[in-house]
């Protein structure tokens, strides 16, 4: 028991910290978003949310890669997002709205998450005016990244795409399989395959 109750102080700690630094938290508003979260270890593969099921939390990744994703109508995967470690994780859609997720979050990595409840994340977002401004500046930077990709997606080439991502995303390109980087930037394996052979000779 000492050792559980010692991994989710540890677990805890990486949150407080980025909420310290990023919002500007003091310890008694860190005390109200530590009553309401909850620490959860995934395996890799494991699922965090299923398709068809509601999003019911906002997933704070502590240690480890998730991915959100979809299943076109061909079948295919099409990844719309990845999470590591400090970064927010949820399927936006279904947690503002309460319906059935289209999208599935699993894991690829083993991987530690701290899990709000959607009423308490709105109850924290009531209670806490500094923590009001950090989600809205962190929902402007998640729709400001949207407009880029959708913007790069009609707009570039494969090449020009895969240079992006690593420079943006350094911290996922040694992470994240070939055919899921493939996925997320909306080409094929193979295309990007070679466009990672052109991109290492020049």
Known sequence: MHSFVESCEIMFESLAVY???????????????RQVSIERKLRKRQY???EGDV??????????????????KDGAEHILNFAVENWWISDCESF?????????????????????????YE??????P????????????KFN????????????????RYVNFVKLYPELYS??????????????RETLSRVRQQYAKS
Do not use: W
């Not at 480890?64 to 299943?71: D, F, P, Q, S, T």
């Not at 109850?123 to 806490?128: F, G, H, N, V």
């Not at 950090?134 to 930077?141: H, I, P, V």
């Not at 992470?175 to 094929?188: C, E, Q, W």
């Open 145 to 160: 990244a949207t407009q880029r990709r959708i913007l790069s997606n009609i707009s570039e080439t494969a090449e020009e």
């Open 19 to 33: 909420l310290r630094e990023g919002a500007g938290l003091r310890d008694e508003e860190l005390d109200l978003v």
């Open 55 to 72: 999003s019911i939390y906002n997933c704070f990744v502590v240690k480890g890669c998730l991915r959100l994703y979809r299943i076109g």
């Open 48 to 50: 965090l949310l299923q």
């Open 96 to 120: 503002s709205t309460g319906l059935p997720a289209q999208g599935t979050i699993d894991a690829l990595e083993d991987s530690e998450v701290i899990l709000i409840k959607k009423d308490d």
């Open 175 to 188: 992470r994240v399989p070939l055919h899921m980087v493939a996925s997320f930037l909306g080409v094929t």
């Open 123 to 128: 109850a924290l977002i009531r209670k806490i």
């Open 130 to 141: 500094k923590f009001q401004l950090f989600k809205e500046r962190q929902d402007a930077k």
